[in-house]
């Protein structure tokens, strides 16, 4: 009887609303239907911008390959296994030193021909997509920055220019604050009998009446 190719199978989702069961029993059904030996399966929930490094996950499937005769991994599509063109490409060309072939299940191709050999025209194409998943990941980064600057244009951040507030403005602004600081009141007190002004602002009233002699220590 023919050995069985044995396999692994990787699968990766970026949140915890996701699941990665569909991806790992879809590709737990190719490799019964391909009549692989499948063992281990390693799945994650993190987000693919997370360095290889940062990813315990990726990392034990990574030691599994080099201690255990694994001739295949499978994955869902490229994106699964790395956040850019150069971490892919390292964790490929990683794998194609240790003879470990990749599958990609949504483009159904592998990284390595039957004798373990280096597939030309499948590394060139994955080449290609992985360089288009980076751009479009640049073209999101991009519109993200983009759609800020333009909220940042129409709706500023932080104090508008030229709206210092005197002593004078801050104290007229709170005179209920002052009062009630005039006649001993704690802050919290004074927070609860001023509709909870906050903590910060009758600290800032408090040092302002002390600066200005309108308070004693």
């Known amino acids: 009887m023919r050995q069985k190719t044995n396999v692994i199978v990787f699968s990766r989702v970026s949140t ?23 063992l281990q399966v390693f799945a994650e929930t993190i987000s693919g911008t997370k360095k290889t490094s940062d990813r315990p996950v990726l990392q034990s499937m990574l030691t599994y390959i080099e201690n255990n005769p694994v001739q295949k991994i499978l994955i869902w599509e490229l994106s699964r296994i790395g956040r ?3 971490e892919v490409l390292q964790i490929l060309n990683h794998c194609n030193s240790l ?3 990749i599958f990609i299940k949504n483009f159904n191709i592998e990284t390595l021909d039957d004798k373990g050999n280096i597939n030309p025209m499948t590394q060139f ?31 500023p951040i932080g104090r508008k220019v030229g709206s210092f507030q005197t002593d004078e403005e ?17 802050i919290r007190q004074v927070s609860g009998l001023t509709n909870n002004t906050s903590t910060n602002t009758i600290l800032k009233v408090k040092k302002t009446a002390i600066k200005r002699g309108i308070l004693t220590v």
């Open 84 to 86: 850019n063109s150069l």
């Open 170 to 186: 801050l104290l007229s602004k709170y005179p209920q604050v002052l009062k009630y600081l005039k006649k001993g009141l704690s």
């Open 16 to 38: 915890q609303i996701q699941d990665t069961l569909r991806q790992t029993e879809e590709l737990k059904e190719y490799a019964e239907r391909m009549n692989y030996q499948v």
């Open 125 to 155: 194409m994955l080449e290609i997509i992985n360089t288009l998943n980076q751009l479009e990941r640049n073209n999101i980064v991009q519109r993200l920055r983009s759609g800020f600057e333009q909220y940042r244009k129409t709706n």
């Open 99 to 101: 003879k470990v072939s």
